[in-house]
């Protein structure tokens, strides 16, 4: 206890002399500290300025040429490119189509029974009511396109060279607020030579307002059924400088012929138009 209690009387600059005396033994762990860290900082800084440098690159690339820079075909083989932008194309022009057909027939891919001769169907027909909310017109658009997807590829006999194997074809549709949006599943397995590439996923979206068509339409309907034996032509007028489309009718025998007319938006070339029929 005695010799413990003389040590810690020990005066400040013996215990300096001691910590001095090591560090000249070759106790270096403090600096050997320091030196590691200082690579560290400096290898982080390196990095920071790497990354600072390509984003810029890659900025000074879009800026430079925007309409050639495709983020997505930059994770395709430039082998696979040419084929990707096949099927891309296929899947654009497919889906504008089966807008068109579905605006041409009132929402359905196949026309119902209740129709008249050219496939519009009947919403109103003395005092019966039939409609389609959104979730059902999203439905037809996504059977036309997965049967009629095939049709454009045509088997992908443009590419002789390719041994391409392909899956059933699903696609999810989704009818926003002045666009349709495509989701399309197409599992197709393409070799070359020795070499095969896969490719499922293909998106695409078409700017048409479907969603405030389809408004309009059962709007009109839910007005005509409320004065079934009466057409409120300032009611339809009202509805379509509301939302700014234009309403047709036509006579058709004991029928009238609606058609809601997308002003602001052309499919394929034209104005997007929405066809059904009443019965009177």
């Given at each position: 206890?005695?010799?413990?209690s003389?040590q810690?009387?020990?005066?400040?600059?013996?215990?300096?002399?001691?910590?001095?005396?090591?560090?000249?033994?070759?106790?270096?762990?403090?600096?050997?500290?320091?030196?590691?860290?200082?690579?560290?900082?400096?290898?982080?800084?390196?990095?920071?300025?790497?990354?600072?440098?390509?984003?810029?690159?890659?900025?000074?690339?879009?800026?430079?040429?925007?309409?050639i820079?495709?983020?997505?075909s930059?994770?395709?083989?430039?082998?696979?490119?040419?084929?990707?932008?096949?099927?891309?194309?296929?899947?654009e022009?497919?889906?504008e189509?089966?807008?068109?057909?579905?605006?041409?027939?009132?929402?359905?891919?196949?026309?119902?029974?209740?129709?008249?001769?050219?496939?519009?169907?009947?919403?109103?027909?003395?005092?019966e009511?039939?409609?389609?909310?959104?979730?059902?017109?999203?439905?037809?658009?996504?059977?036309?396109?997965?049967?009629?997807?095939?049709?454009?590829?045509?088997?992908?006999?443009?590419?002789?060279?390719?041994?391409?194997?392909?899956?059933?074809?699903?696609?999810t549709?989704?009818?926003q607020?002045?666009?349709?949006?495509?989701n399309?599943?197409?599992?197709?397995?393409?070799?070359?030579?020795?070499?095969?590439y896969?490719?499922?996923?293909f998106?695409?979206?078409?700017?048409?307002?479907?969603?405030?068509?389809?408004?309009?339409?059962?709007?009109?309907?839910?007005?005509?059924?409320?004065?079934?034996?009466?057409?409120?032509?300032?009611?339809?007028?009202?509805?379509?400088?509301?939302?700014?489309?234009?309403?047709?009718?036509?006579?058709?025998?004991?029928s009238?012929?609606?058609s809601?007319?997308d002003?602001?938006?052309?499919?394929?070339?034209?104005?997007?138009?929405?066809?059904?029929?009443?019965e009177?």
């Open positions: 206890m005695k010799k413990r003389e810690a009387k020990l005066p400040k600059e013996a215990l300096r002399e001691r910590v001095t005396f090591k560090e000249k033994e070759g106790d270096l762990s403090g600096n050997h500290w320091f030196h590691t860290n200082s690579i560290r900082r400096a290898q982080v800084t390196a990095f920071i300025i790497i990354a600072i440098v390509l984003v810029f690159a890659v900025i000074a690339i879009f800026l430079a040429k925007p309409d820079i495709n983020i997505k930059l994770t395709i083989s430039s082998e696979m490119r040419p084929v990707h932008s096949f099927i891309q194309s296929c899947v022009q497919t889906t189509n089966a807008i068109q057909h579905i605006g041409d027939n009132g929402g359905y891919y196949i026309p119902p029974n209740k129709s008249l001769f050219n496939g519009i169907p009947i919403y109103f027909d003395k005092g009511t039939k409609t389609l909310t959104n979730q059902e017109i999203e439905l037809e658009l996504s059977k036309y396109v997965n049967e009629m997807l095939f049709f454009c590829t045509k088997n992908f006999a443009d590419f002789s060279d390719l041994k391409v194997e392909q899956e059933e074809i699903k696609t549709t989704q009818i607020k002045g666009k349709v949006v495509f399309i599943n197409y599992p197709l397995s393409i070799s070359k030579a020795e070499k095969t896969t490719f499922n996923k998106d695409t979206e078409t700017k048409v307002r479907l969603f405030t068509i389809n408004q309009v339409a059962n709007k009109i309907i839910e007005d005509q059924k409320e004065f079934p034996e009466d057409l409120c032509i300032t009611c339809i007028q009202d509805v379509a400088m509301k939302n700014e489309v234009v309403v047709d009718m036509r006579d058709f025998q004991d009238i012929i609606f809601i007319i002003i602001k938006n052309l499919v394929n070339g034209n104005d997007f138009t929405f066809y059904f029929a009443n009177y």
